[in-house]
């Protein structure tokens, strides 16, 4: 029986996490859950699985939530600095990250210094701390587990294999919805436009970073630490049937690749039970439905933050991080309706040229840039006409 920690259970990511872990409860069982704002959801999911802690961060849940669990035996507590507490629990096996954004970052270290193995959904952990993320882990002995579908194909393609034989990783991407749009019609995207995914179901901050590209900008990064690849051996590859989840190649020339239907339960499943696989009753990937499976290389031009994205990790230190804070506040303004969805890039761009840089950044430096790049970025909007 693994004990599961899910940081973030109320998400997506979340949610079907605990999916698995209802259809298999003698593998494993919820032992803490951790909520942004959701109470309600929390409450139900706590006396459906029983954990033995649960955590609210919004401290206006608290009181709610504590009534809706009240005369269960399960402690209820409040706030972000109590999540990374739980983090390092000592009932845990697994620490499962699905928060949102940079606020994913202390929380999976607290987790790591814990000895704690990491099932990683939040990507923004490694683009914003990378370097100190993957040293802790080293330090540590910690496996740190891929849950995105592109770094769990990867992990997976590599089982076996020679790292030191990897030419290189080839990441897969939707495309998302605006693959087939015109810069011009892009001028006039709406967050309606943008939240219409072709593919997936997720969060609202991935989507809109799906349709942006920095979604897979962020995950060149991610696969940079996880893989310990450099970026230019990473290449993205836009596939918009989503069944190729992604690629390696080998000095020999062969490619392996790992196929599926586009489910995030699949790769949740394979970091959270491995070694072993998990089974599932769900349909699997009947390939005569799909009569041809393309390629096609992505325009940088259109999604420019993808390029935004190799800069940063090519210049490294606590630019990254900049480029993660202003991009938060970017997505916030879309969806709020306050920014374009092109002058998103711009807001990000701006930003991280104006933000102090650190070329070996401590988890202090990265807490002070993130602070003043999110400082800055909100400074930006206010400031820049028509934005």
Request: aromatic residues 6%; charged residues 20%.
């Amino acid at each position: 029986m693994r004990q599961i920690t899910i940081l973030g259970s109320t998400g997506s990511i979340g949610s079907q996490t605990l999916d698995i872990i209802r259809e298999n409860p003698d593998r494993f069982r919820a032992s803490v859950l951790t909520a942004g704002s959701n109470w309600k959801l929390l409450g139900r999911q706590a006396l459906e699985f029983r954990p033995d802690i649960v955590v609210i961060a919004d401290e206006n849940g608290y009181a709610p939530l504590k009534e809706m669990l009240k005369g269960e035996d399960i402690s209820i507590l409040c706030g972000s600095e109590a999540i990374a507490e739980v983090a390092a629990e000592g009932n845990s096996d697994i620490v499962l990250t699905a928060l949102v954004g940079y606020s994913g970052l202390i929380p999976t270290l607290s987790a790591i210094n814990a000895g704690k193995t990491i099932a990683l959904a939040n990507k923004e952990t490694l683009v914003a701390g990378g370097s100190i993320v993957t040293e802790a882990a080293r330090r540590m002995g910690v496996d740190i587990l891929p849950v995105d579908s592109e770094h769990s194909a990867i992990f997976q393609c590599l089982q076996g294999e020679d790292p030191n034989m990897v030419r290189k990783l080839i990441l897969t991407a939707s495309g998302g919805p605006f693959r087939t749009w015109t810069c011009d019609q892009l001028a006039n995207a709406t967050t309606a436009d943008a939240l219409r995914h072709p593919n997936w179901s997720m969060g609202a901050k991935v989507t809109i970073d799906s349709a942006s590209m920095m979604n897979k900008g962020f995950e060149m990064i991610e696969a940079r630490w996880l893989f310990d690849c450099m970026p230019e051996k990473i290449e993205i590859a836009v596939h918009p049937q989503s069944i190729v989840h992604s690629m390696v190649e080998f000095e020999d020339g062969s490619v392996k690749a790992q196929l599926g239907v586009p489910d995030m339960r699949i790769p949740i499943s394979v970091a959270i039970g491995y070694p072993e696989r998990v089974a599932t009753s769900r349909p699997g990937l009947t390939l005569e439905q799909y009569s041809s499976l393309t390629f096609e290389r992505p325009d940088f031009e259109k999604f420019p933050l993808l390029g935004v994205a190799y800069k940063a990790i090519e210049t490294g230190g606590t630019l990254p991080c900049a480029m993660n804070a202003a991009n938060e506040v970017a997505v916030k303004a879309f969806l709020d309706g306050k920014l374009r969805f092109i002058d998103m890039p711009l807001l990000v761009t701006d930003t991280m040229e104006n933000t102090s840089f650190v070329a070996n950044p401590t988890l202090e430096d990265l807490i002070a840039v993130n602070a003043e790049a999110l400082a800055k970025a909100v400074e930006w909007i206010e400031s820049t006409p028509g934005a």
